[in-house]
T-cell receptor
């Protein structure tokens, strides 16, 4: 499986941008990077995904480095409701349909 | 829209008992998944299915069984409940497998305690 590495926890002030890094140095050329988040006691929620170009939607922006070995999820104006565990995921190799989650980053947005 | 629906939401089981967690989706998705999440930990894939009649093991399949007789339903069965199976269980579905770009939709979770 392609592995991802994320910091265990991060803090961010309300109203500021939250930048969550992810390393995926073994990612293959046809693998996408997905970001999900899980607010306490709820099911994970899709945020954004990308292959090699930067992506933006109403929730966040995704910046993928040119070598695709790392990416950053950006929440432009973090609110208290963005406090959650954020998972960076890449598809497993070998044609499998498995989607494997790591431990994620616990983001705490402080007032 | 109902999306992915799991039942029950909460259940307490005695050691050795059996039960089935039900999962149904109304989005006509081919791909369905079962995950478990232990306190403070990430999600671990138990089983997944790429379509009716087809299932495969994930990371932690021991102690569980699944079936996929219809596109809509993907029940997870615990045959002999053990305390190690105390966890929150999430069912999920997607129309295509990652990484073709489609998102995965999760249910609200089922809290299971084995005593």
């Amino acid at each position: 499986d392609a592995k991802t590495t994320q910091p265990t926890s991060m803090d961010c002030a309300e109203g500021r941008a939250a930048n969550l890094p992810c390393n995926h140095s073994t990612i293959s050329g046809n693998e996408y990077v997905y970001w999900y988040r899980q607010i306490h006691s709820q099911g994970p929620q899709y945020i954004i995904h990308g292959l090699k170009n930067n992506e933006t939607n109403e929730m966040a922006s995704l910046i993928i480095t040119e070598d695709r070995k790392s990416s950053t999820l950006i929440l432009p104006h973090a609110t208290l409701r963005d406090t959650a565990v954020y998972y960076c995921i890449v598809r497993t190799q070998g044609g499998s349909e498995k989607l494997v989650f790591g431990k994620g980053t616990k983001l705490t947005v402080n007032p | 829209n109902a999306g992915v629906t799991q039942t029950p939401k909460f259940r307490i089981l005695k050691i050795g008992q059996s039960m089935t967690l039900q999962c149904t989706q109304d989005m006509n998705h081919n791909y369905m998944y079962w995950y478990r999440q232990d306190p403070g930990m990430g999600l671990k894939l138990i089983y997944y299915s790429v379509g009716a009649g087809i299932t495969d093991k994930g990371e932690v399949p021991n102690g569980y069984n699944v079936s996929r007789s219809t596109t809509e339903d993907f029940p997870l069965r615990l045959e002999l409940a053990a305390p190690s199976q105390t966890s929150v269980y999430f069912c999920a579905s997607s129309s295509q497998p990652p990484p073709t770009g489609n998102t995965i939709y999760f249910g609200e979770g089922s809290w299971l305690t084995v005593v």
